[in-house]
Every structure is written in structure tokens, then in C-alpha cells.
């Protein structure tokens, strides 16, 4: 790939492009945008006027990126000695108004953002995120540095994430909530700070989960156990951690379990959600 002409119709004469950044020719960028050196973006991607898009960035194909983004910029870090760091973005993502994506703290790290993600207006990524497939971030929601979020997740609003968090597959977490624990793959989790109310029943019926007939029942069942097991059970996690491989064979019960092992077992981790107390009508805490 060439970089484009400043004269090609879908560049506007007032964007700033560095003539060594590598643009398809089919890109578009909205006016007094600017594309730093180091820049490669694929085909089909739109840049949307006032954005910025800087540092060692790669971002994929068919991505729309609207007015006032900043993405590949320096992390918001004191450790961060100006080394070379990275942002790559893949496919078919929406990164709304005013959206900051920082790269990567140490040299060579990167912060990473999959395919088909909606990420709204004034999201935050910080550095070394990792952010998978089909994620859903709702407005202003704050991920500090080191965040990982599996594929199929949804954040609402205003929620803010500690550093280091890991969000599960198909996790909800409600607008508002504090995340200072992993999230759990399957799970909702509300409140400040966020405690887990329950599995994510929208979502895991949306992905074919359920007990509908021509769903996913036994899926549906299994986690169901499971659930209860870890959370409605007096039994302690690494105890019922245990007792959970006695349902290993399916893939759900699988990627629940070495979440949480994980969770449990890396220092760097900072452990699973705990489950909301219980009010005495019965309700959640």
C-alpha cells in the first residue's frame, strides 16, 4: 500500500496525513484530521473530521472512526519512557465521538482492540487493554490500564474498570458500576462497587442458551448448576472450583472454570466478583 495523494477525493484537503503513513486508497478522512508516521490503515475505513490517530497504530478494514477520536497516543502512564508501543484495531469496529485509545506502556507492548466492537462516545481504553470480538461498551465508560474483555461482552454506562480487571465471555456489567474484581464469563454484575446478581440471561439467550425448545438446554442447565455451586452455596470458591471439573466436558462449564482458576491462581489477577448479600425480603444487596 501506497500512501495516498493529498490531492485523492476521499482525503479533505484539510487533513494532516504524514507522508509515510501507509493509507489504503479506498480510506476516508474527514477534515483537520491528522495521521501520524507511523500510521497503517486498511480498506474501507472512514476517519472522521478532528480525529487523531498517532503512534505505532495498525487499524484493519471497513472501520468508522468519528469526529473528535483519539486513538495511538501516548499511554497515561509515569512509567512511559517515550518507547516504541502500539495500538492495533481490527475489523468492522465503530469508535464513536471522542472515543481515547492509548497504546501500549513498555516497549513492543500494545493495546488491542478485535473485530466488530461498538465502542460509544467518550469510551476510554487505557493502556495494554485487550479488547476481544463483538463487544458492546456503552457511553463513558473508563477502562484503565491492563483491562482484558472477552468477546460477546456488554458494559453500560458510566461504569469504571479497575486496572488489571478481566470481563468474561457474554458478561453484562450495569451502567454505573464500580469494577474493581474480575468478572466472571456469563455472569451480570451491578452496583457499587459491582457484585454479581446473577447469570447474564439476555445475553446467553441471545447466543442460543436457553431453555427454548431448539436452544442450547443442556448448556443452559449446566450453568445453572453452576451458578448456584459458586454462588448460592456456602461451599468456598476453590472448594467449588473442584467440584465444578465434575461437570467438565462442556465448553461453557469449561471457559467458566479456567476464568475463575485463573482468577484465583495469578497474583497479577485480582480474583472473581463476589456474590451480592442478600437483604432479608430476599432481594439482592
Known amino acids: 500500500m501506497n500512501p495516498p495523494a493529498l490531492t485523492t477525493p476521499l482525503i479533505h484537503p484539510s487533513a494532516v496525513i504524514h507522508p509515510r503513513a501507509v493509507l489504503h486508497e479506498s480510506v476516508q478522512v474527514g477534515p483537520f484530521a491528522v495521521v501520524g508516521e507511523h500510521v497503517r490503515i486498511g480498506a474501507g475505513t472512514v476517519v472522521g473530521p478532528h480525529a487523531v490517530i498517532d503512534g505505532w497504530t495498525e487499524i484493519g478494514c471497513d472501520n468508522v472512526i468519528y ?104 458478561a453484562y456489567i450495569g451502567g454505573m458500576a464500580r469494577v474493581d474484581r474480575d468478572v466472571p464469563p456469563f455472569t451480570l454484575v451491578e452496583g457499587h462497587p459491582g457484585r454479581t446478581r446473577g447469570l447474564n440471561w439476555v445475553g446467553l ?10 436452544a442450547d438446554r443442556e448448556s443452559y442447565r449446566l450453568l445453572r448448576q453452576a451458578y448456584k455451586l459458586l454462588y448460592r452455596s456456602a461451599t468456598p470458591l476453590e472448594k467449588a472450583l473442584v467440584e465444578l471439573q465434575a461437570l467438565a466436558g462442556n465448553p461453557y462449564i469449561d471457559h467458566l472454570h479456567t476464568f475463575l482458576s485463573r482468577s484465583v491462581g495469578d497474583p497479577a489477577r485480582r480474583g472473581p466478583t463476589p456474590a451480592a448479600r442478600k437483604r432479608p425480603g430476599g432481594d439482592d444487596a
Open 67 to 170: 469526529n473528535g477520536a483519539s486513538i495511538g497516543t501516548p499511554p497515561q502512564d509515569l512509567k512511559y519512557r517515550n518507547e516504541p508501543s502500539r495500538v492495533r484495531i481490527g475489523d468492522n469496529n465503530d469508535i464513536r465521538e471522542f472515543v481515547t485509545v492509548n497504546r501500549g506502556t513498555d516497549k513492543g507492548s500494545e493495546t488491542v482492540v478485535g473485530d466488530k466492537n461498538l465502542l460509544m462516545a467518550y469510551v476510554h481504553v487505557g493502556h495494554n487493554c485487550a479488547i476481544g470480538d463483538n463487544v458492546v461498551i456503552t457511553n463513558a465508560v473508563m477502562l484503565a490500564g491492563h483491562v482484558h474483555i472477552e468477546s460477546q461482552a456488554r458494559i453500560g454506562g458510566l461504569v469504571g474498570v479497575h486496572q488489571f480487571v478481566h470481563i468474561g465471555r457474554l
Open 205 to 214: 439467550e441471545r447466543a442460543g442458551i436457553s431453555d427454548a425448545a431448539g
